[in-house]
């Protein structure tokens, strides 16, 4: 079955760590996403790329870090100069020409 | 800049049809989207319509769209308590030579039985 996995589901760290979130596809979609969902905030979008060895900045991609050196992987880094990294990760793939974006199903990052 | 517009919240009874707006400021979209979410999970993609189209039926699912009003909507027949979720709408059209997705801030739906 093709889709997005997302791991770990659950994710807990102390403050002045950084943590990488994993997101594989194998959906062969180009397009990679990251976003951020906070209680009543909708989605952010955090970086994106679309194609490999090449990402953008999104709204908020302060404190993240991004690689994209396969077309599969597009894992997701929450450094420690991130303010407020507790939250609801989302990563997303779409394929091309403006087509649906899927999505797996998050990782909720608990920094204390 | 580009928005999209949600109502936070919708409450109707098992049996009855869900109604669930959206609004959006950018005339250059060219496909808008419905999503759903349930509790710890990712968004699940419902149905799209295409922006030169006026309506779309999926099963229970209707999603109409004013293109004049920048307005849609999605209408669940039969609502069950398993439609209990946040429904998201988003919009997707160029944006300097990249495709730009905007997602509005979900609509819980709420089901009583």
């Known amino acids: 079955d093709g889709g997005i996995t997302q791991s770990p589901k659950y994710l807990f760290r102390k403050e002045g760590q950084n943590v990488t979130l994993s997101c594989e596809q194998n959906?062969?979609?180009?397009?990679m996403y990251w976003y951020r969902q906070d209680p009543g905030q909708g989605l952010r979008l955090i970086y994106y790329?679309?194609?490999?060895?090449?990402?953008q900045k999104g709204d908020i991609a302060e404190g993240y870090s991004v690689s994209r050196e396969k077309k599969e992987s597009f894992p997701l880094t929450v450094t420690s100069a991130q303010k407020n990294p507790t939250a609801f990760y989302l990563c997303?793939?779409?394929?091309?020409?403006?087509?649906?974006?899927?999505f797996g199903n998050g990782t909720r990052l608990t920094v204390t | 800049g580009e928005d999209v517009e949600q109502s936070l919240f919708l409450s109707v009874r098992e049996g009855d049809s869900s109604v669930i707006n959206c609004t959006y400021t950018?005339?250059?979209?060219?496909?808008l989207y419905w999503y759903k979410q349930e509790p710890g999970a990712g968004l699940q993609l419902l149905t799209y319509?295409?922006?030169?189209?006026d309506m779309k039926q999926d099963q229970r699912l209707t999603v109409l769209l004013n293109k004049k009003d920048k307005h849609l909507s999605l209408r669940i027949a039969d609502t069950q308590t398993g439609d209990s979720a946040i429904y998201f709408c988003?919009?997707?059209?160029?944006?300097?030579?990249?495709?730009?997705?905007?997602f509005g801030t979900g609509t819980r739906l709420k089901v009583l039985a």
């Open positions: 997303a793939s779409g394929g091309p020409y403006n087509s649906p974006l899927h």
């Open positions: 959906l062969n979609h180009d397009a």
């Open positions: 790329s679309q194609i490999v060895n090449d990402f």
């Open positions: 950018d005339s250059s979209s060219t496909y």
């Open positions: 319509i295409f922006s030169n189209m």
């Open positions: 988003a919009e997707s059209g160029p944006s300097r030579g990249t495709y730009k997705y905007i």
